[in-house]
């Protein structure tokens, strides 16, 4: 993954977050992601694959509270809980914020799967195509939280489809 | 006038609910997918308009809107959805849509979309 395919998600992050929760947002230093085999908090993970001109994985991962402000800011209601609703407003998050970041990738045409929404502490990130995962960490009014991205342009989208289809 | 709300996101859908009492409307219907929709057109001639977002389960924003138009209802229709992308909002157009709200929104943005259809 080229680190130039990481700034249509993280201006996305910062313009969703401006325009639907009137919140600021700031962007910490971006990394290889590194998968950690214990951690104590709880995280609601959201995550959509990308397939089309480019495949990939976008995931947003916030710890609870966050996940409970962020939610609250974004419906203008609090949350005690993470309740439905919760997990629901991260998946439909994660939807905005992939949806706007695949308009910037100009000469691209790319597709989103629907969103899925996990919850728990281990978090591991992998996929069969040893793409690399970056991952970028934000921090705000409402928490801090971060994303994960992989991303890789298809050289040849055609003969991916017809390999795919062989494989079957 | 009532109003149509269609997203799979619950949330999503109370936004725009919210966004409709605001400029007035309290007289609002929900869809989580296109296919309820369809359903929900069909039975309620009184609806003068309807929110659809693009990609739901069931079936889609965009097949839910031929179905409408296939039905000769000419219900207005504004897609309220992520697909930014110039050829999505043509497709939407010349499959039946009336208008285009692309999300990310402000408040703001969708007030002054809904003022246009609200009479």
């Known amino acids: 993954m080229k680190a130039e395919h990481i ?16 919140c600021d947002v700031k962007v910490g230093k971006v990394e290889i992601s590194e998968p950690k085999d214990c ?30 402000k ?13 309740d439905s609703e919760v997990i629901d407003g991260i998946g439909e998050l994660i939807n905005i914020v992939a949806g706007n970041a695949k308009t910037k990738f100009q000469g691209h045409s790319i597709s989103l799967s629907l969103p899925t929404v996990v919850k728990g502490s281990v978090y591991k990130l992998k996929n069969l195509g040893k793409l690399v995962w970056l991952s970028v960490p934000f921090s705000s009014e409402v928490g801090s939280f971060s994303i994960e991205v992989s991303f890789k342009p298809v050289e040849d989208p055609v003969k991916e489809v017809e390999n795919a289809s062989v494989s079957r | 006038m009532q109003v149509l709300v269609v997203d799979d996101s619950q949330i999503m859908r109370k936004i725009v609910t919210g ?18 929709a369809v359903q929900i057109v069909s039975q309620n001639p009184d609806i003068g308009l309807v929110l659809m977002d693009w990609n739901m389960p069931n079936m889609t924003g965009l097949e839910a809107i031929k179905k ?20 999505k909002v043509l497709e939407a157009l010349k499959s039946g849509a009336n208008d285009y709200l692309v999300k990310p929104f402000s408040p703001k943005d969708i007030q002054a979309k809904l003022e246009k259809y609200v009479k």
């Open chain 1, 7 to 22: 700034n249509p998600f993280i201006n996305s992050v910062s313009e969703v977050f401006k325009s639907m929760l009137n």
């Open chain 1, 39 to 68: 951690d104590e908090e709880q995280y609601i993970i959201g995550m959509i694959g990308m397939s089309g001109t480019a495949r990939g994985v976008i995931s947003m991962k916030f710890p609870e509270e966050t996940a409970k």
């Open chain 1, 70 to 82: 962020a939610v609250g800011k974004f419906v203008g209601l609090e949350f005690e809980t993470v």
């Open chain 2, 19 to 36: 966004a409709l009492n605001k400029v007035g409307i309290t007289d609002t219907l929900d869809a989580c997918d296109g296919k309820e």
């Open chain 2, 68 to 87: 409408i138009r296939a039905s000769k209802n000419e219900v207005p229709i504004i897609m309220c959805t992520t697909e930014g992308e110039k050829e």
